[in-house]
């Protein structure tokens, strides 16, 4: 039976094992026997007039012994105990048939006697309360234990012995379907109320909705955070984003030192959404958008299939959206002296067209297996105006495709959760732009990037110790890249062909020093102890090392601090090292060196001479819940990163940035 207790919801309550379970049997339909556990011998007989029929046996479903049957049947034929009573059968002496077994007392706790119609009432003792493993219950639980029980025994069913007056009541603690690995505590938790408040229809939108709080301040750029689906990872956040917000039963964003639970680098935040058990939707959406001040009109259709039951789930998904252009004319953005109509041949948003399909399934393939496989195609298609040329407007049109396939499978085996995920990625994009010199010609920009890894991560607990389980999560992981670009410029064809191949291993061990559970230092809190290590080695840039180490302490509920240092190198990406070179003319820009707005044109791409980089980062955060029943969180981070070889794009141009790299610039 479960009961809650404050804070510790999913307690479970039970006494001692060895009992016996009395229940009564549902009422037999008219003509047919009912057979009483008799001996062997005793042959059933048919009962029409009795609605129920009292039956024993032991807790585990065994049948009990006849004599042990003939004595219960005997000692309560003129009273039926409560069903789901649960007596402790007395151990035997001497090899003597067990001593009988007395009615229950009042409050239905039965008591033991070696005769039942001697039995004499004892004394009740101090009922005591501890957890399954002998340890004392923290006090605040203790005492709401201790109250809710203080006038009535805990509900039949929940357990107990023939004197269950004296015995202990063992209090076993359930962790929230869906948590996460670890004992660090979310910086922020949000409710289906607190969810709803958002407004987003999926679970895509709502992220972009809470950007603000997980984008992380130790990452490489803008990277999003580490999604999970009911504490487990998923292959691509694609599987989940289209998931509807009405499905979400809870969502938590954690401090980066859980990403290196699930193998990930401790440079994201990790939000972990919990969906409820049982969710079925059917949303179709057309939208039509069109500003008062004209231009930009646009028209989206979304068509969504979720069904979720238990680790069982199927989702499919179709988008159509399209957007008209949004000239700099219609919004009356000043134009240089010498062309005041230009604003009629540059755009501000370019006029796009996208299609995207998404599909998922999941499901238990064997006890302790479920295997989750989705799929995805986006396609997008853009054209914009950059201005005027020597034979008229140019054009740019951009095409894109996406596809991915992913897998993922979940296991356990005993204590230890493993998780195998593999994925397939095709990217391909296609620039055409019209020449800016008057000839007739469009410059052509293309790029292909195709990625396979799959990885395999396992966690659990290593050793017991005082504070807690001493846990770790191991990772092994491979990836095959390659990527291909061509840019042609007239006569000028510029190629590259890239592949990365990389082998990866990382570890985490979690050290759990003090804990509130145990009651001798539950002034400390719980403190515990963090160390990560990984090495990867990439067929184009070598070996790559990266540690870290840190210290999470939370000394009451409501207060939590971490305290970490970091040392990692990176490798550039392959776009980074051999993306095609891309010229776009007419960028408006102002010359801080002349102090005048001008046009000119803008070359990107790849550069081949970037080299690794190598940070070190040292962090400390808190995080203050100020009132318990307020949805008031505070947070407060010092961050303090030193990056050797950054790898970045040319800043905002002025004198300084002009003088310090002098080839990027020509007049």
């Known amino acids: 039976m479960k ?8 307690l479970v309550v039970s006494l001692m094992p060895a009992t016996l379970l009395a229940q009564q049997a549902p009422p037999a339909p008219a003509g047919t026997p009912t057979t009483d556990p008799s001996p062997k011998g005793d042959a059933p007989t048919a009962d029409h007039s009795t609605p129920t029929q009292l039956q024993f046996r032991s807790a585990d479903g065994k049948p009990l012994p006849p004599e042990i049957v003939r004595q219960l049947q005997e000692q309560f034929k003129n009273g039926v105990p409560a069903a789901g009573t649960v007596l ?6 001497n090899d003597k048939a067990p001593a009988p077994l007395a009615a229950p007392t009042a409050g239905d706790q039965p008591s033991v006697s070696g005769d039942p119609a001697q039995a004499a009432p004892q004394a009740p003792k101090k009922r005591e309360f501890r957890r399954a493993d002998g340890k004392p219950l923290p006090p605040e ?31 076993a603690g359930v962790r929230p379907r869906g948590s996460v690995i670890g004992n660090i505590p979310p910086e922020r938790t949000f409710s289906q109320l607190d969810l709803r408040a958002f407004g987003a229809d999926n679970i895509g939108a709502l992220l972009e909705a809470i950007n603000a709080q997980t984008v992380s301040n130790r990452g490489r750029g803008d990277s999003p955070p580490v999604t999970l689906l009911n504490g487990r990872r998923v292959s691509d956040f694609s599987e989940i984003a289209r998931i509807p917000s009405e499905a979400i039963e809870r969502m938590e964003i954690f401090p980066e030192e859980v990403a290196l639970k699930y193998g990930y680098r401790a440079d994201q935040k990790v939000v972990n959404i919990v969906t409820f058990q049982r969710f079925r939707s059917k949303v179709g959406q057309i939208a039509f958008l069109t500003p008062g001040e004209g231009g930009r009109e646009s028209g989206i259709a979304n068509a969504d ?8 789930r199927m989702s499919l998904g179709g988008t159509y959206g399209r957007s008209d252009s949004l000239l700099e004319s219609e919004r009356a953005v000043r134009q240089l002296a010498a062309a005041p109509e230009l604003g009629r041949f540059r755009t501000l948003l370019p006029e796009t067209e996208q299609f995207g399909f998404n599909g998922v399934i999941s499901g238990h393939v064997l006890n302790d297996v479920s295997a989750t496989a989705n799929g995805r195609v986006d396609v997008n298609h853009s054209e914009s105006l950059l201005g005027l040329g020597l034979n008229g407007p140019l054009r740019r049109n951009s095409d894109r495709t996406v596809g991915h396939f992913g897998t993922t499978i979940n296991g356990r085996i005993g204590h230890w959760q493993w998780t195998t995920i593999a994925n397939y990625d095709h990217n391909e994009a296609t620039v055409l732009t019209d020449a800016f010199d008057g000839v007739s010609r469009r ?11 799959v990885d395999f991560l396992f966690s659990g607990p290593v050793v017991s110790l005082p504070g807690g389980p001493l846990s770790t999560s191991v990772r092994f992981g491979a990836d095959f890249r390659d990527f291909t670009s061509r840019a042609s410029f007239g006569i000028t064809d510029v190629r590259a062909d890239l592949s990365r191949d990389r082998g990866a291993a990382q570890i985490d061990l979690d050290l759990p020093i003090f804990s509130r559970k145990d009651k001798q230092v539950s002034l400390l809190g719980n403190l515990s102890f963090n160390a990560n290590g990984s090495v990867e080695r990439l067929s184009d840039a070598g070996t790559l090392t990266s540690y870290g180490y840190g210290l999470s302490w939370s000394p009451i509920p409501a207060v939590s601090i971490i ?10 990406t392959l776009e980074q090292l051999g993306g095609p070179r891309l010229v776009t003319p007419n960028v408006r820009t102002f010359d801080f060196v002349r102090r005048e707005v001008v046009d000119v044109a803008r070359s990107s791409g790849g550069n081949p001479d970037l080299r690794n980089d190598d940070r070190h980062l040292v962090r400390l955060g808190l995080n203050v819940r100020p009132f318990p029943k307020t949805d008031l969180s505070l947070s407060f981070d010092y961050v303090s990163t030193r990056i050797n070889n950054p790898i970045a794009t040319l800043p905002i141009l002025t004198s300084q940035i002009e003088t310090a790299f002098p080839e990027r610039f020509a007049r």
């Open 88 to 93: 402790r059968l007395p151990a035997r002496k």
């Open 563 to 572: 305290a970490s240092a970091t040392h990692e190198e990176g490798a550039p």
């Open 3 to 10: 009961s809650s207790f404050g804070p510790l919801a999913g």
């Open 305 to 312: 299939f979720l069904r979720i039951n238990g680790d069982t």
């Open 443 to 453: 410059d052509r920009a293309r790029s292909i990037d195709r990625l396979a890894n």
């Open 141 to 171: 639980i203790l005492r709401q234990l201790e109250e809710q029980f203080k006038d009535r025994p805990p509900p039949n069913g929940v357990g107990g012995n023939a004197d269950t007056a004296n015995a202990d009541i063992v209090v």
